[in-house]
C-alpha cells in the first residue's frame, strides 16, 4: 500500500440497519484462514495520542497538557483531531473530511 499499511482478504462495504441508514465498514472478501493478517496499519498512520504528542506543530503543547493532567487523554486527542481537521496541510485532513458529519448511536 501507498503509505505501508497491508490490507489482504478484506474489503469496503455497505451495511445495510434497522434504522434505515447504512453503515460502511470491512468485510472480508473471502474466507480468513485462522491467524492470518487481515488488515494491517502502521503506527504512523493511526491517529493516537502517540502520534499527537509526536506532532512537530503541537505535541510539546499536548505532552505538557497530558502531564500535568490539565486535560485528559481524550480531549487531548479531541484537540489533536480538531486540529488535523483545519489544518488543510494535514495529512490525516482528507480522512477526517471523509468521515460522515453525524452517526446515529443505537
Not at 12 to 24: H, I, N
Request: contains cysteine; aromatic residues 8%; charged residues 20%.
Amino acid at each position: 500500500a501507498k503509505h505501508g499499511g497491508r490490507v489482504g482478504g478484506v474489503g469496503f462495504k455497505q451495511f445495510a440497519s434497522s434504522d434505515g441508514v447504512g453503515r460502511r465498514g470491512l468485510a472480508a472478501a473471502k474466507p480468513l484462514l485462522e491467524g492470518a493478517v487481515a488488515v494491517a496499519v502502521p503506527p504512523h498512520l493511526c491517529i493516537s495520542i502517540d502520534g499527537a504528542v509526536r506532532d512537530p506543530r503541537i505535541g510539546k503543547a499536548v505532552l505538557e497538557a497530558t502531564c500535568s493532567e490539565a486535560v485528559d487523554e481524550f480531549t487531548a486527542l479531541t484537540v489533536f483531531l480538531l486540529y488535523e481537521a483545519r489544518n488543510a496541510s494535514s495529512f490525516f485532513r482528507p480522512f477526517l473530511c471523509a468521515l460522515p458529519r453525524h452517526v446515529p448511536l443505537p
